[in-house]
């Protein structure tokens, strides 16, 4: 049986992806023993994978290499099992691959099986999804943060800062998101309950973050100049989680010009990865499960039909094109 996959056949330079990831027909793989085939039914796409399609080697894992098929989380049924712990027909989620199908090994792909009982079963991908772990992680955990603190989130519409802001909110915390254009921030604020939405394409960025009177969290998903912004409007003792990095994935070296501000605000800086989370993974779960089911935690998709349509989708992720995780429906 034949199907398609992605190969990363040369680094991405900005956004043009059709240069270097290619869709290719080939024969659909078939489980070995302890393997598990997936039909996928959508791929969860991530702006962290960019940075291993560089050929930097100081990441927080190897570059991959020229030649393989892009590795990314899926979600879809299983169609064939060599592996005891997982069957045909089980709805699972793991990592691994932009393809029709995904064959895997259960035990380095963090393959899970999910509760179908579901309202909308891509929360799988979504608030429940690794970018839920990451958010609460970064929130709760990283960045400390109390009720009654104010916590500023950057790409703020994005899939993992929508989910921090309301994880923030929901801890009793006062929530300042910046994102891209006005259409974001009324969602941000009309439709999330958002306190303050910076608009980062036409506001006063500095203006607006220094009428925040002091952050005590930064969840920081993009570095660059916005981080440089943000520094001197800490409040003295606070914390910055530090997520990603999105504005320098191509290029190694985030120029920060402020770290001064870190000395005078008695500032604590922690970068932290969502894998470290992973064995905790079933506990973060049942906490933001019982938000989603409570209405507390939403996360809207920016869905694209057609696995050949994946690179369109996620040059969004760069160009700020999306509201809410992206997903590609295979
Ligand atoms: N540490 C971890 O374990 C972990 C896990 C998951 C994700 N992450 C990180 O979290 C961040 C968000 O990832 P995601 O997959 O959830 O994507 P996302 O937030 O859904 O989408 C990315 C958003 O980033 C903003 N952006 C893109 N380029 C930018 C630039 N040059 N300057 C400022 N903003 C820019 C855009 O929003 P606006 O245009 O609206 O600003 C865009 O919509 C990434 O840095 C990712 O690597 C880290």
């Given at each position: 049986m034949i199907h398609r996959h992605w190969r990363l056949i040369a680094h991405p330079e900005g956004t043009r992806f059709d240069d270097a990831i290619r869709l290719e027909e080939a024969p659909r793989p078939d489980p070995q023993d302890g393997e598990v085939l997936i039909r996928n039914r959508w791929l969860s796409l991530d702006a962290g994978t960019r940075m291993w399609m560089t050929p930097r080697t100081d990441g927080y894992q190897p570059p991959l290499p020229l030649g393989i098929v892009v590795p990314g989380q899926a979600m879809g049924e299983v169609v064939a099992s060599r592996h005891p712990g997982f069957r045909e027909g089980d709805w699972v989620r793991g990592f691994g691959q932009w393809a029709d199908h995904s064959c895997v090994r259960p035990e380095t792909s963090g393959l899970t099986v999910l509760d179908p009982r579901i309202d909308d079963i891509r929360q799988h991908l979504g608030a429940l999804g690794m970018n839920g772990w990451t958010a609460y992680a970064g929130v709760a955990?990283?960045?400390r943060a109390q009720a009654g603190e104010t916590v500023l989130v950057s790409a703020a519409a994005g899939s993992t800062g929508l989910l921090a802001l309301q994880i923030a909110r929901n801890l009793g915390c006062r929530t300042a998101g910046i994102a891209g254009g006005a259409e974001k921030c009324r969602y941000l604020t009309?439709?999330?309950?958002?306190d303050v939405a910076i608009d980062r394409r036409a506001d006063d960025v500095a203006a607006r973050l220094a009428a925040?009177?002091?952050?005590?969290?930064y969840f920081d998903n993009v570095g660059g100049p916005l981080l440089d912004a943000v520094l001197p409007q800490m409040a003295h003792y606070g914390r910055i989680a530090?997520?990603?990095?999105i504005a320098d994935y191509e290029e190694a070296g985030t120029i920060v010009r402020r770290f001064d501000q870190i000395l005078m605000r008695r500032l604590q800086v922690t970068g932290f990865f969502s894998p470290d989370f992973a064995h905790r993974g079933s506990e973060l779960t049942a906490i933001l499960r019982a938000w989603l089911d409570e209405g507390r935690l939403t996360m809207p998709f920016d869905e694209t039909a057609g696995l050949e349509n994946t690179l369109a989708a996620y040059a969004r992720l760069f160009t700020g094109g999306n509201l809410g995780k992206v997903i590609v429906r295979v």
């Open positions: 955990e990283v960045g009309g439709t999330i309950g958002v925040l009177g002091g952050v005590n969290v530090l997520c990603g990095l």
